[in-house]
Structure formats: structure tokens, C-alpha cells
């Protein structure tokens, strides 16, 4: 019997996932706090960003299910026009405009959804100089770092759950519906 299409993906997704996890498990256990420059929101958000009807929003994500969740997840905020203007910009690839406007309405759908990811993320613009924006991040950590010192939070490993399916299926359809439409009206554009 095959491998159904994206089922070797997934045993790869596990094996990370489960090395991760006992990795950040064990710094937290001799009380590291730890601050890291992408994770599970942003595997999930770009992976699902490719508008590949395979790959949903929530296929993206489940492989991160039972990670160790995080206390803060700093979104920088930048329109994607404010983005081109930036020197550099397009030398990476997802710099791209058209990928750059999926992901950021992916983030701010999960800011809107009111799951957990909505509790978590800290939503900064990016549109200052870099100044203000690190001044910004700074604070937020900071505040992050506080309240783990006081026990407010980071007691205890809080972990990613699966999400409710209630509503939560219908929005992600509408979404990723909307951004279908949005990449396939822009094709038809250019």
C-alpha cells in the first residue's frame, strides 16, 4: 500500500515536533526561559500561506498539537507596501507582495479567532524605525520575563490543544476560501 500525499511529510513533522518538544521541555525544567526567532505559528501560518488545497490552515498546524504552547508570540505588523519600500526586500523567498498579504491576513485571523493563538500573540507595527519597533519587542519580553518571575505565568508547561471545531472549521474554510479567490484574482490581473 502508498503513502497517501503528504503522509511522509507528516511522519517528519512528528519526529521534529516530538524532538522539539523534549528539548524546550527540558530548558524549562532547569528554569531557562527561551526566546526564539519563529515557531509553531509561523511553521503553520507559511505552510498554509501556499494556498495548497491539500494543506489547510488546520493541517498545518496539527502536527504542532501537544508542543509546549508560548507565553508571548510577537507578531510584527507590516503592510506588504511598507515592506517593498524597505532595502533588501524580495531577496528572501516569501518576500513576495502577493505571499507576504496571505500571511499577514493568516496571523491576523488567528489574532481574530479567539483560540489560543489570539491569547498569546502581541500584535506590533512594524511600520517605525527599528528604533521604536525593538523598543516595542523589548517591552514585551520584557513584561513576559516579569510575569514568569512572579508565577503569573510559565508555572506550569501550558500545551498546544486542538482546536474546537464548533466555528472554528466554518471561519478557517471562509478564510482560506477568500484567500483562494484573492490569489486567483490577482493571477487574472497581471
Not at 511522519?11 to 521541555?25: P, Q, S, T, Y
Request: hydrophobic fraction near 35%; proline fraction near 3%.
Amino acid at each position: 500500500m502508498g503513502a497517501r500525499v503528504g503522509e511522509t511529510h507528516s511522519i517528519g513533522f512528528v519526529n521534529g515536533a516530538d524532538c522539539l518538544r523534549k528539548h524546550i521541555e527540558a530548558e524549562i525544567s532547569q528554569g531557562c526561559s527561551i526566546i526564539c526567532d519563529r515557531y509553531t505559528y509561523s511553521g503553520m501560518v507559511y505552510s498554509a500561506a501556499k494556498i495548497n488545497p491539500l494543506l489547510s490552515l488546520e493541517w498545518a498546524r496539527n502536527p504542532d498539537v501537544s508542543l509546549p504552547r508560548p507565553d508571548v508570540v510577537v507578531f510584527l505588523d507590516l503592510h506588504p507596501d511598507d515592506a517593498v519600500k524597505r532595502g533588501g526586500y524580495g531577496n528572501e523567498a516569501y518576500e513576495k507582495r502577493d505571499f507576504q498579504e496571505i500571511v499577514r491576513a493568516i496571523f491576523k485571523f488567528l489574532k481574530e479567532s479567539g483560540q489560543e493563538e489570539s491569547e498569546d500573540m502581541v500584535v506590533i507595527d512594524a511600520g517605525g524605525s527599528v528604533e521604536e519597533v525593538s523598543k516595542k519587542i523589548i517591552e514585551t519580553v520584557r513584561m513576559t520575563l516579569v510575569a514568569v518571575e512572579r508565577g503569573e505565568m510559565g508555572k506550569d508547561i501550558r500545551r498546544i490543544k486542538e482546536w474546537p471545531y464548533e466555528n472554528l472549521a466554518l471561519k478557517i474554510g471562509q478564510l482560506e476560501d477568500e484567500l483562494r479567490q484573492a490569489v486567483e484574482k490577482r493571477g487574472r490581473e497581471k
